[in-house]
């Protein structure tokens, strides 16, 4: 007959140790997966929070550029003039007081830059060409801006020392967000 010498539910000490430890690093290994899983979560979170309040912030100035537009026929005389010669300005310091617009219960501040008369830039009017006169409108609040080139009809009679001059389109002519 043969002779048991152990039993299969039965184990040693030594055994059982090693079964508590696996068991303990597989679980330490799990918990430390799942705390990274959510603090990915967590920064996927704050990521998103950052680019809606970025869209946001974007269609304010897009708002408060097409109010100033919409009220924009010449700005030579108005207090948010700036000349040429001033341009070199960087943007927060163009807050004048009486130089801004609200959008949506904040203060968005603009300036309208006289880049004067272009000659050789003519744009058709009832059969004519005619130069025009360029301006450029920066809206902006404390951490974006968007600056938009306008073209309007002028009335001067100055002539293009150029061979050539280009025909364009009157309004705006381009555009660009900055973020600072």
Request: proline residues 2%; positive net charge.
């Amino acid at each position: 007959m043969i002779k048991k010498t152990q039993k299969f539910g039965r184990l040693c000490a030594h055994e059982s140790g090693m079964i508590l430890l696996g068991m303990l690093i597989i679980l330490s290994s799990l918990m430390l997966m799942l705390m990274a899983m959510f603090g990915s979560h967590i920064l996927e979170l704050k990521i998103n929070t950052l680019l809606v309040h970025r869209q946001k912030q974007f269609y304010e100035l897009e708002s408060a550029l097409l109010q100033i537009q919409h009220r924009f026929t010449d700005a030579r005389h108005s207090l948010c003039v700036i000349r040429e010669k001033d341009y070199k300005l960087s943007i927060p310091e163009y807050r004048k007081p009486g130089c801004h617009i609200n959008v949506a219960e904040k203060a968005v501040y603009y300036v309208v830059v006289d880049l004067g008369e272009e000659p050789c830039l003519k744009a058709l009017n009832d059969g004519q060409l005619i130069a025009t006169r360029h301006w450029l409108i920066t809206v902006f609040n404390s951490s974006d801006a968007i600056q938009a080139r306008y073209a309007q009809y002028d009335a001067s009679t100055s002539l293009c020392l150029k061979s050539k001059s280009k025909v364009i389109s009157v309004g705006q002519l381009s555009w660009r967000y900055i973020s600072f």
